[in-house]
């Protein structure tokens, strides 16, 4: 499996952007997707989860109301938008997957990941 992030850049303080993922190498059924972000000095952190059966998402509380996680099943793609962006966002997000139709929110349940897409936030 491979997964290409892609979407990142830089944005003022209050405005939005929309991350993609694109899943390619093996069909996806019974699995799960999620977006990390790790900031500079710190822990890569759970951001926002799918399922890819069914739609279930799953949010951290610091983004909550602001992030909207999605897919596009026939196009193998996981979204993120992101609005209302403030300077503590500013990270490199990362997309992965695992199969098993649970999200989790620790990165060692994930098998795959992409390469990264820095978001910066200006203040």
């Known amino acids: 499996v491979q997964l290409q992030a892609s979407g990142g850049g830089l944005v003022q303080a209050g405005g939005s952007l929309r991350l993609s993922c694109a899943a390619s190498g093996r069909a996806f059924g019974n699995h799960a997707m999620a977006w990390f972000r790790q900031a500079p000095g710190k822990e890569r952190e759970f951001v926002a989860g799918?399922?890819?059966?069914?739609?279930?998402?799953y949010y951290a509380s610091s983004v909550k109301g602001r992030f909207t996680i999605s897919k596009d099943t026939a196009k193998n793609t996981m979204y993120l938008l992101m609005e209302t962006l403030k300077p503590e966002d500013t990270a490199i997000y990362y997309c992965?997957?695992?199969?098993?139709?649970?999200?989790?929110?620790?990165?060692?349940?994930?098998?795959?990941w992409g390469q990264g897409t820095l978001v910066t936030v200006s203040s």
């Open positions: 992965a997957a695992r199969f098993g139709s649970t999200v989790w929110g620790t990165v060692g349940e994930y098998n795959y």
């Open positions: 799918i399922r890819w059966s069914g739609g279930n998402t």
